[in-house]
């Protein structure tokens, strides 16, 4: 499968639109928020604008995007993380390897330094 996007500006549209879905406090799709599927979907936009930056030979540009994937404790949408997890009701009960792919897919594109994420798999 495939889809043809025309530009930049349709892949940004496309990314923002992922954004939106997965990191609304008050969303209707709980579920698409930590799906394989839209984390998948997100990092491959996510990949596409980095390297659509670098084939324009808008390299601050790429770097901007790569700086913007790094997550913490601080990003909103580490704090969305923590309030599903805190409301999940499978979380307590999920073995590690369960809880680690949650938290990526939950997360992606971004992702949370190393501290954080095992700060988050193993004390909540």
């Not at 601050?60 to 009701?89: F, G, N, P, V």
Request: charged share 30%; net charge negative.
């Amino acid at each position: 499968m495939n889809i043809e996007i025309e530009n930049y500006w349709e892949l940004l549209a496309l990314h923002k639109s992922l954004m939106a879905v997965k990191f609304d406090e008050y969303s209707c799709l709980r579920e698409a928020q930590g799906s394989p599927f839209t984390a998948s979907l997100a990092f491959k936009v996510f990949d596409l604008l980095v390297s659509q930056s670098l084939d324009e030979g808008k390299d601050k540009q790429a770097e901007d995007w790569l700086a913007w994937q790094q997550a913490d404790r601080s990003r909103t949408e580490t704090e969305l993380l923590m309030k599903h997890i805190a409301e999940a009701e499978w979380w307590g009960d999920a073995e590690t390897l369960h809880r680690d792919k949650y938290i990526k897919d939950f997360m992606a594109p971004l992702i949370l330094n190393e501290d954080v994420f095992n700060e988050i798999s193993g004390s909540c």
